[in-house]
């Protein structure tokens, strides 16, 4: 964790400084090649240390319940971006953007509950998997009541 640490302190110190002197001293479009010596560097790495492995058992992935939970949270998000500029269930987008929600929604959780073998969330038996996950909303719900005045 300290190794993050480092990069979570040094990244917003050391970034703006030194692109602040690389856009001086040579030209803003030039500051997009920093990250490729970078990439490299990475791909290199990752092709010399990183050794393929074959796993004998591989879950199957929910394709099911992956595209209706997503089609679902994407019509919600839709519904409340555009929500208010189209004067929310007065316009038939919102109103069709609504349905495609509840009915995907609805379809995502009667999948879940009848495909128990191979369900969507059978990620969360993964104990490092949801550990990550609940730790991740706390911080965002820390992170959200130090911005709050």
């Known amino acids: 964790m300290a190794v993050f640490?480092?990069?979570?302190?040094?990244?917003?110190?050391?970034?703006?400084?030194l692109g602040g002197w690389f856009i001086y001293d040579y030209n803003w479009r030039r500051v997009f090649y920093i990250n490729l010596p970078v990439g490299v560097i990475a791909g290199v790495g990752a092709l010399i240390f990183m050794r393929e492995t074959r796993h004998?058992?591989?879950e199957p992935f929910d394709f099911m319940g992956f595209a209706t939970f997503s089609l679902a949270i994407g019509a919600l998000q839709m519904l409340l971006d555009r929500g208010e500029l189209k004067d929310w269930f007065g316009s038939?987008?919102?109103c069709v953007e609504a349905t495609i929600s509840g009915v995907a929604l609805y379809l995502f959780i009667v999948h879940?509950?009848?495909?128990?073998?191979?369900?969507?969330?059978?990620?969360?038996?993964?104990?490092?998997?949801t550990a990550g996950t609940v730790l991740m909303f706390r911080a965002l719900r820390l992170f959200d009541q130090t911005l709050s005045f």
């Open 5 to 17: 640490g480092i990069g979570t302190v040094l990244g917003p110190i050391c970034g703006p400084v």
């Open 92 to 94: 038939t987008e919102i």
């Open 56 to 58: 004998a058992h591989r």
């Open 112 to 129: 879940t509950a009848t495909a128990t073998d191979r369900s969507f969330l059978n990620l969360l038996k993964n104990l490092n998997f």
